[in-house]
């Protein structure tokens, strides 16, 4: 039997130096979150990105040749796109504008503790047929604290693969680790604190391309790279 799919049927860019400029409404959108403390600090949501903004980036994403493959073990058909302010089209510009992730920011602090000062590293991953990520708890030197992953894939079902899987602790020292897994939805949300115990994973993609834009919060002692 297979597990429950969180999601069903329901339905990293750098952002180094946050402009001043466009000011928006925020296309992120928290309602209905799904907020859980085990196996760490993390919330789901399933219509997080506005429509006009998920499918307009999503289609940008798909038409754009700057990707760039990583060589990583565990890493195998991974690639993303590193962006500064203004390398989008104009549309997209509040996804990056500074008073969109100063808000993004607020936001996410009323779900985690972490400061409301700080910058954002935005990536865009893409994850092609056949490829997949190995367990990992995104634990680095550079000390980020929290990261939000937006999905972007129109018409993803159970069957195309690529599902997000949620670990109870490391499973490669664990012979049996609960999990659950989350369909990368288009325009679904899951968000968590990073540490030491947030494993988590992505199964093989079996059809199609799996896109995502991961937003990685640093605390304010953290230098910009």
């Known amino acids: 039997m297979s597990e429950p799919l969180i999601g069903e049927p329901r339905n990293g860019i750098s952002f180094m130096a946050l402009a001043p400029s466009t000011p928006a409404v925020s296309p992120f959108r928290f309602r209905d979150i799904a907020v859980c403390a085990r196996p760490y600090p993390h919330f789901e949501a399933a219509d997080f990105l506005t429509t006009e903004f998920a499918d307009s980036m999503l289609g940008w994403l798909t038409e754009n040749e700057q990707w760039q493959p990583r060589k990583l073990e565990g890493y195998a058909g ?15 510009n509040a996804l990056l504008a500074l008073e969109a992730l100063s808000e993004l920011r607020v936001s996410m602090g ?3 503790q972490m400061d409301a000062e700080g910058y954002v590293r935005v990536t865009a991953h893409r994850l092609l047929a056949g490829s997949s990520l190995k367990p990992h708890c995104d634990l680095a030197p550079l000390k980020f604290t929290h990261r939000l992953l ?5 018409g993803w079902i159970r069957e195309n693969g690529g599902l997000l899987c949620v670990f109870d602790g490391d499973p490669s020292a664990k012979k049996q680790t609960k999990q659950k897994l989350l369909l990368p ?11 030491n115990r947030s494993f988590h994973a992505v199964t093989p993609v079996v059809t199609g391309e799996r896109y995502t834009l991961s937003y990685t919060f640093y605390p304010p002692s953290a230098r910009q790279a």
């Open 78 to 92: 991974y690639s993303d796109i590193s962006l500064q302010y203004g390398d989008l089209p104009h549309r997209l």
């Open 110 to 112: 009323s779900f985690f």
């Open 185 to 195: 939805a288009h325009r679904s949300a899951f968000a968590f604190e990073i540490s």
């Open 150 to 154: 937006i999905h972007l894939n129109r």
